[in-house]
């Protein structure tokens, strides 16, 4: 069974980069916002990153303007986040999610995520 699936996570360097993706087949993309939502351990979970569902508009937290880009490939049925830059701050299980900017106070992942480390 084919499900959401988060990836591209790892290691990396402070001033390193990552590229995440995610691809989920329940999705009609074409009509869907999407997010991407970061979950540090011991934190609540902190919205990211959000695109409309052609790619006219992107939204970014302030921690991450500047760093971060989402783009979108309906086509693929994926969603992709390129970190560059990237801090010890940003480390956390990174998660994508429907809507542009989602309600998190009851938010639930849907799929595994994917853990981005970022540690010298």
């Known amino acids: 069974q084919v499900q959401l699936v988060e990836s591209g996570g790892g290691l990396v360097q402070p001033g390193g980069s990552l590229r995440l993706t995610c691809t989920d087949p329940e999705i009609i993309w074409e009509r869907t916002a999407m997010s991407w939502v970061r979950q540090a351990p011991g934190k609540g979970p902190e919205w990211v990153a959000g695109?409309?569902?052609?790619?006219?508009?992107?939204y970014y937290a302030d921690s991450v303007k500047g760093r971060f880009t989402i783009s979108r490939d309906n086509s693929k049925n994926s969603m992709y986040l390129r970190m560059n830059n990237l801090r010890t701050e940003d480390s956390a299980v990174y998660y994508c999610t429907r809507d542009a900017r989602p309600e998190l106070r009851d938010w639930r992942p849907r799929g595994q995520g994917t853990q981005v480390i970022v540690s010298s």
């Open positions: 695109i409309s569902s052609a790619s006219s508009y992107q």
